[in-house]
């Protein structure tokens, strides 16, 4: 089995300040298959990063890492993330 892992620092591109992190997690690449988390800090949230860090993330992994599939897990309540996971 190959596993792949991608994580990435997010940062602000104007002042370089540590935003948060993803990862793409690729448990077994013949699957094309992948997991995608995310962590932002809390003082940016509703800021437009988390969308903007998303769709860099699809677009990422299926044009670069030429998965079929990215999946993620989020809790129903939390209806700001769900609401950017919908729209990528």
Known sequence: METAVFG?????RDTGVFIGQ??????????RDGTY????????WSCGYGSEVTAFIVDYAFRWLDLQRLSLSVFASNERAVAVYEKA
């Open 37 to 44: 988390g995310i962590c932002l800090l809390p003082r940016f």
């Open 8 to 12: 990435a620092i997010v940062r602000r």
């Open 22 to 31: 993803v990862v793409i997690h690729v448990p077994e690449r013949r699957n």
